[in-house]
């Protein structure tokens, strides 16, 4: 991994959420080649995906609960029952 694409695994490392302009301006170089270097590490598995960190304190009871959607399924079709 060259020395440009570990600049970019650090900074998404620290908040993955950044944009693609922040993340540039943090390393010194453009957003374009920003947005490249991640397409490339991702096309090459070195990014398998992008996940939250739960502060330890927090329970995962405490989440809201989400009803089992089949995999596919719109989300934005109305309940079976007609009732949103």
């Known amino acids: 991994m060259e020395e ?3 600049k970019v695994v ?3 490392n620290q908040n993955s959420r950044k944009s693609f302009r922040e993340i540039a301006k943090e390393i010194g170089t453009s957003a374009p080649v ?3 270097k991640i ?3 991702e096309e090459a598995g070195a990014i398998k995906g ?3 960190i739960l ?3 927090y329970s995962l009871t405490d989440l809201p ?3 089992h959607r089949s995999p ?3 989300r934005r079709r109305p309940a079976r029952d007609g009732h949103l």
């Open 10 to 12: 650090r900074a998404l």
């Open 50 to 52: 992008y996940i939250p």
């Open 72 to 74: 596919g399924e719109d």
């Open 55 to 57: 502060d330890p304190e």
């Open 34 to 36: 920003v947005i490249n």
């Open 4 to 6: 440009l694409e570990k």
């Open 65 to 67: 609960r989400k009803t």
């Open 39 to 41: 397409k490339k590490l």
